[in-house]
């Protein structure tokens, strides 16, 4: 999955304005070929839910999403689940920002 400093730094970018915000934040979380992490563009959606891009910079690769569960828990929903398979994210990560509290979720593929 990914290693704990390197999603901890992704995250310091949005950790102030994930616990002001009532609504939902997310980004993809993309990696380069030497393992470096980054972050897509950021957006803040609704009480309940969140559209981003699901984009990376050149030379990077989806990894992964990230979104906050305002007043929520850091259990994927029915919609998180299908968004990562959707994607082709093989990580969802979630936040309740009040809290501090996330858990990142690998996303298991179905075998055909």
Do not use: W
Request: net charge positive; aromatic share 4%.
């Amino acid at each position: 999955m990914f290693r704990r400093n390197g999603l901890l730094q992704i995250l310091s970018l949005v950790q102030a304005e994930a616990r002001m915000a009532q609504n939902e934040i997310g980004f993809t979380i993309c990696r380069a070929a030497d393992g470096t992490l980054a972050a897509g563009p950021v957006r803040e959606g609704t009480p309940t839910g969140v559209s981003f891009p699901i984009s990376c910079p050149p030379k990077h690769r989806i990894e992964g999403l990230f979104h906050t569960h305002p007043g929520g828990s850091t259990a994927l929903s029915s919609v998180d689940i299908q968004t990562a398979l959707r994607t082709g994210a093989r990580n969802m990560c979630v936040e309740v920002p009040e809290t501090g509290e996330m858990k990142c979720y690998k996303v298991a593929r179905r075998r055909r």
